[in-house]
């Protein structure tokens, strides 16, 4: 079993970026296919991105297309969200999650495929 940490988010205004860490212990990071959601309040929890296990496929939800980018250091079992050009209704939890399904060069989308979660960092984007 992996456990996952999230942090690095915080309080910033429209247009500026923030990176967010997510450290995996327990198992390796290379195992798993990491996806990165977020919830705003009364809202479900969507899709952000997800990289593949060999860091080599992402896949992004279309509004982050351009804006943010994720990437991997399986040496540092650490996964990373770049937020660009931040807006405000990019407010949000955001949770890193992990999945041992698919292939090494997978990425997945959809919440149900991913087995493991974070416990969530903040991200708030004032205008």
């Known amino acids: 079993q992996v456990q996952l940490v999230e942090s690095g988010g915080g309080l910033v205004q429209t247009g500026d970026s923030l990176r967010l860490s997510c450290v995996a212990s327990g198992r390796p990071l290379r195992g798993y296919v990491m996806g990165w959601f977020r919830q705003a309040p009364g809202k479900e929890r969507e899709f952000v991105g997800a990289i593949s296990r060999s860091g080599d496929n992402t896949r992004y939800a279309d509004s982050e297309k351009g804006r943010f980018t994720i990437s991997r250091d399986n040496a540092k079992n650490t996964v990373y969200l770049q937020m660009n050009r931040l807006k405000s209704e990019d407010t949000a939890v955001y949770y890193c999650?992990?999945?041992?399904?698919?292939?090494?060069?997978?990425?997945?989308?959809?919440?149900?495929?991913?087995?493991?979660w974070g416990q969530g960092t903040q991200v708030t984007v004032s205008s």
């Open positions: 999650a992990a999945s041992f399904r698919g292939n090494y060069d997978s990425v997945m989308s959809l919440r149900d495929s991913y087995d493991y």
